[in-house]
Every structure is written in C-alpha cells, then in structure tokens.
C-alpha cells in the first residue's frame, strides 16, 4: 500500500513541478510530515544531498522514496515525480510550437515566471527554516547567499566552504 501512496503523491506533485523539483519542495515537506515518513530537518538533509550529487534537482524524491520503501520506493518515487510532467511536457510542446508567438503562448510565459520565482523562493525559506538551529547558522546561509548572489562561483565552492564551516565545529 506505501508503494501506491508514494506513486500516488509523487504523481500529483509531479504535475505542479512547473519549474522544477526544487519549485515543489513546501509541498513535498507537507507531504512527508503529513505521512510521517520524514521531519523539516531530515528533508534539508535528503535535499542536501541531493543537491551535492550529481545529477539531476529531482534526486530528492528519489531519496525520500528510498527513506520511506527501500529500492522499490526510489523506483516508484521518481517514476511518479517524472511520468506525468514528462507526458504533459510533451503534449504541451507540441501545442506550444503550433501557436508560437500567439497572444496565448505570450501570456503564459510572463505569468509562469513569477509563479515560478516564486515557489523557488518558498523553497528557499523552507529550506532555511529548517536547517537553520541557531543564529550562526542563519549568518552562514546569509554570507552564503551573498557570495552565490555577487561572485560567479560555481556552488561546489560554497558547499565547500559550509563543510570546512561545519568540519571545524563553528556551527
């Protein structure tokens, strides 16, 4: 039964990915503390480690698929998260390419960008929220961020830096 509940719920949300797994990450943290199969704190962790390995944003669902059923949860994870939105996607495309430049395809691209910064701003405080125990922490991620925002780093660095911070017991 949790293998249909996982494909179930990856399926929905899936189709509310506009932009990306990490768009999603405030539903999915609903998600798993409603089924109690994850807290805040273990999320930022999955999603730490997704994030850190190569690959694809959607790694996460993957790793709460694994958290909550083993292989066979992983397996239905990222099918549910993928199968919907890749069908649409596809479908979607195609509408897209026979009306380009139209009124309707125009209109759609200016509101699903603020939708989408949105929802990854929401993520990012979501993240923050739960990651953060105390006010080094927050000073990190706030150091982080404006690094990530002036320099043209490549994130490894900042991960980099945020371990050494963490290694050496300052947080």
């Known amino acids: 039964m949790i293998l249909l509940t996982l494909l179930w719920e990856f399926c929905v949300l899936s189709l509310m990915a506009v932009g ?3 768009v999603v990450l405030p539903e999915l943290q609903r998600i798993v503390e409603a089924h109690g199969w ?18 694809p944003n959607v790694l ?19 099918l549910g998260i993928c199968l919907p939105s ?3 996607s596809f479908h979607v495309s195609r509408w897209w390419a026979r009306h380009r430049g139209g009124a ?5 691209s200016r509101a699903l960008l ?10 990012a ?22 690094l ?9 660095w900042l991960l980099l830096l945020g371990g050494a911070v963490g290694g050496l017991g300052w947080l």
């Open 20 to 22: 990306g797994a990490n």
């Open 38 to 55: 994850l807290s805040a704190a273990q999320l930022a962790e999955l999603f730490a480690i997704a994030q850190a390995a190569p690959g």
């Open 60 to 78: 996460v669902v993957c790793l709460v698929g694994w958290h909550v059923a083993g292989v066979g949860g992983a397996l239905i994870s990222m």
């Open 86 to 88: 890749s069908l649409l």
């Open 104 to 108: 309707l395809t125009s209109l759609l």
């Open 114 to 123: 603020p939708l989408t910064v949105g929802l990854i701003a929401a993520s």
């Open 125 to 146: 405080c979501l993240l923050l929220q739960a990651a953060n125990r105390d006010g080094a922490g927050w000073a990190l991620s706030a150091v982080v961020a404006l």
């Open 148 to 156: 990530a925002w002036r320099r043209n780093w490549n994130p490894l």
